[in-house]
Nanobody
Framework: QVQLVESGGGLVQAGGSLRLSCAAS????????IGWFRQAPGKKREFVAA????????YYANSVKGRFTISRDNTKNTVYLQMNSLNAEYTAIYYC??????????????????????WGQGTQVTVSS
């Protein structure tokens, strides 16, 4: 059974930064892509970022490019999402996700929610203005 546990969320002032972590267990972490989605109040869940199994390729939603950085440490079975220059529009629950699909063609489906089979419980990020 795959488990994903997010941490690092909280309350931050506009302009501030947070680093989310996602600790994975239950299978060989380094074999699979990991992603982040978010859901803001009253809005649909949306893709944020994804990273291939080796960390060699990363993908971002246009809304976070230049502000967010996804990375992974396969020795620690952990993925990180560094979020900088935050503003109120980034207030949301952030979910860590992973997939059963090989990531060789991740570039074709990285933002497709249905491709991700396992979801964490989410961590709340609140940005105060």
């Amino acid at each position: 059974q795959v488990q994903l546990v997010e941490s690092g969320g909280g309350l931050v002032q506009a302009g501030g930064s947070l680093r989310l972590s996602c600790a994975a267990s239950g299978r060989t972490f380094s074999n699979y892509a990991i992603g982040w989605f978010r859901q803001a109040p009253g809005k649909k869940r949306e893709f944020v970022a994804a990273i291939t199994s080796t960390g060699g390729s990363t993908y971002y939603a246009n809304s976070v490019k230049g502000r967010f950085t996804i990375s992974r440490d396969n020795t620690k079975n952990t993925v990180y999402l560094q979020m900088n220059s935050l503003n109120a529009e980034y207030t949301a629950i952030y979910y860590c996700v992973t997939t059963l699909f090989p990531d060789v063609f991740l570039r074709l489906w990285f933002s497709t929610e249905g491709r991700y089979n396992y979801w964490g419980q989410g961590t709340q990020v609140t940005v105060s203005s």
